[in-house]
């Protein structure tokens, strides 16, 4: 996460709530399509196959339209290929003792 929190740090100009994303982005200051947006891409990287028209609908709810929807989509499943690929490479991505909490149970999981 730490070339990813980079770029963020870069583009918000906000370090608490790159922090509060790191350590766990239900509990970071959120404008609400934010939260939707996080909620899903979660639901899609730990449990893909419990992602419903429900879930695409609580997006569109929140104010994505079906072009915004397919990108994050796409966007996560694009991360999730990457990640799997070098896993299965045993590359390390990145190794800087930061990831987060939430992160490292979910890796736990796998």
Do not use: C
Not at 33 to 41: E, F, G, Q, T
């Amino acid at each position: 996460m730490v070339h990813h929190g980079e770029a963020l740090r870069r583009l918000t100009k906000d370090d608490a709530l790159l922090a509060q994303l790191q350590e766990d982005y239900t509990r970071a200051s959120l404008i609400p399509a934010d939260r939707a947006m996080l909620d899903y891409v979660a639901k899609l990287t730990l449990t893909p196959s419990a992602v419903s028209r429900d879930d695409v609908q609580a997006l569109r709810d929140a104010g994505f339209d079906d072009r915004a929807i397919l990108d994050i989509a796409q966007i996560t499943a694009y991360f999730a290929f990457v990640n799997r690929t070098a896993d299965g490479l045993g590359v390390a991505l990145e190794d800087d003792g930061q990831e987060s909490p939430r992160l490292r149970e979910a890796g736990a999981q796998r």
